[in-house]
């Protein structure tokens, strides 16, 4: 069935409803199958993609490979290669009282999700999200963004071509048809994008207490101390700017530093902004666009009034904005009030690392922090006097690329997480199981709960139910003791109650 087939929302919901009610989506098999058909989907349509993502931002490939199509491909094999693993029960340690019992956790599928992506990585932050939604064993709607229209059609056409499309559809729509959309009941929503648009959809979500996962933004510190090399340092924070023209939600926003070291890294950045780009910047086939021109006056806005040191150029006519330093900046500006999602970077004058913590802690928790020192309390403290989604130390961007992390915000940057077995776990509800059998001898351990209550029962079940601390290396034997032990205390009690 074809995406133009099925748009008004109650119906596409219904039917993907109707498929997971009839457990289309349960087997392993079919969640690998489509795992493997998304896989196939990128490696036999690359030039297509590639093609969308310039359209659209003016990508290059190499940023299109690394962090939209490879990405994908790899965070499929990984789901592919771990599923079996992941979908298995996992049991739980149990206490005295439950010695006898099975104790288990078992991941279950929410039923039908909903995935909002975002413009800025069309690509990756649809489709990723789904990734996990499949190997959850979930039925899925996915909402491309309608900012990246080029990648939103390709992924419409495409998407029916590889995955069964009872169990997984594509809406596409701006603002009002995504409203209808999340007027509809579902089991989970996935989000991804500004806060402002994250608020609403937790207060759609809200109407049938549907769980969610927000995938938020916010303005990234990055402090840079004296103890290391200012050059590497500049070009990794170059590079984590610029790429996608800084409209990235993990980009740094804005450096803390002394001003020794602004000077220092005002030089050096424009040094390894000539090796990456060259002389012209806006000549360079490396560098990607701003996305329409709303975010390009928005942008320009942001400079008003601000002493530019370096950079500042831009063209309206091709969406282009220069790499951007901005110095002496107002931290109640509008530069410092809102995430810049752009290639401009300010910088804020702090002379030891105590007064950047106390500045970043004075506002709204990011979605990164990054530190660039190679003292060891100074990053220690970094770690533990603030807090953001995630730290990211001597580099920037790259912790999101490390899949045994978890990726999201805290606070205004978002909730939940995501990546890798995390993205498996967020679409899946741990269910708790206990299993207890029916017999002589497990009623006689749990005959003590019932009544007449009395004195010895009341001993008893405090005695069976008490944590205890116990060492790791007497686990396993200590199940053995306590079933012996649970045997006796259970038995030597019945005697005692069928006298009372």
């Avoid at 297509?48 to 990405?71: C, F, P, T």
């Avoid at 608020?199 to 402090?223: D, F, R």
């Avoid at 928005?298 to 904005?321: M, P, T």
């Avoid at 498996?424 to 209550?453: C, N, W």
Wanted: charged content about 20%; glycine content about 6%.
């Amino acid at each position: 069935m074809s995406y133009t087939k099925m748009t008004h929302p109650a119906e596409m919901v219904s039917d993907l409803r109707n498929s997971f009610s009839n457990g289309v989506t349960r087997p392993l098999e079919f969640r690998k199958k489509q795992l493997e058909n998304l896989i196939r989907l990128y490696e036999e349509n690359t030039p297509v993609l590639l093609d969308a993502l310039r359209d659209d931002l003016n990508k290059s490939v190499q940023e299109s490979m690394v962090s939209e199509i490879d990405y994908l491909k790899n965070d499929a094999r990984n789901m592919l290669y771990n599923l079996s693993e992941w979908a298995k029960p996992k049991y739980a340690e149990k206490g005295l009282i439950n010695i006898l019992d099975t104790v288990k956790l078992l991941p279950e599928p929410y039923g039908v999700v909903l995935v909002i992506g975002a413009w800025n990585y069309p690509l990756q932050l649809s489709l990723a999200p789904l990734n996990g939604a499949i190997a959850a064993g979930n039925c899925a709607i996915v909402k491309p963004s309608e900012l990246a229209p080029a990648t939103a059609k390709v992924i419409a056409e495409l998407l029916p071509k590889y995955l069964d499309t009872r169990c997984f559809k594509v809406f596409l729509g701006g603002p009002s048809k995504t409203q209808s959309l999340l007027a509809e009941r579902f089991d989970y929503i996935f989000y991804t994008g500004s806060t402002r648009v994250g608020a609403i959809v937790a207060q759609c979500a809200a109407q049938y207490l549907t769980p969610t996962t927000l995938e938020l933004g916010g303005k990234s510190p990055c402090y840079i101390d004296s103890t290391v090399d200012i050059e590497i340092a500049a070009a990794r924070v170059l590079w984590g700017k610029s790429i996608n023209a800084g409209q990235t939600c993990i980009a740094p926003d804005y450096i803390l530093c002394s001003q020794e070291i602004e000077m220092k890294f005002i030089e050096a950045f424009k040094k390894v902004q000539k090796q990456q780009y060259g002389d012209d910047l806006k000549s360079s086939p490396d560098y990607c666009r701003i996305i329409n021109s709303n975010h390009f006056n928005r942008i320009v806005g942001l400079l008003k009034g601000q002493e530019v040191v370096h950079g500042g150029s831009h063209d309206a006519s091709q969406l282009f904005i220069e790499t951007t330093i901005c110095v002496n900046v107002d931290p109640d500006s509008a530069l410092m009030r809102e995430e810049i999602f752009g290639p401009i970077l300010p910088i804020i004058r702090a002379q030891s690392a105590a007064e950047a913590i106390h500045f970043i802690n004075s506002r709204e928790k990011p979605l990164a922090l990054y530190i660039f020192s190679n003292d060891k309390k100074t990053v220690d403290i970094f770690e533990k006097e603030t807090s953001s989604g995630g730290v990211c130390v001597n580099d920037t961007i790259m912790h999101f690329a490390c899949e045994s992390l978890p990726f999201g915000g805290v606070g205004s940057s978002g909730m939940g997480a995501y990546h890798g077995k995390y993205s498996f776990d967020t679409f899946s509800h741990q269910k708790p199981i206990l299993e207890k059998s029916i017999d002589k001898f497990g009623e006689m351990l749990q005959s003590v709960r019932y009544a007449p209550y009395n004195e010895g029962k009341i001993k008893a079940l405090s005695n069976l139910s008490k944590r205890r601390k116990l060492p790791i290396s007497t686990k396993y034997l200590l199940h053995v003791i306590l079933l012996v032990i649970g045997f006796l205390v259970g038995y030597f009690y019945s005697r005692i109650f069928k006298k009372c």
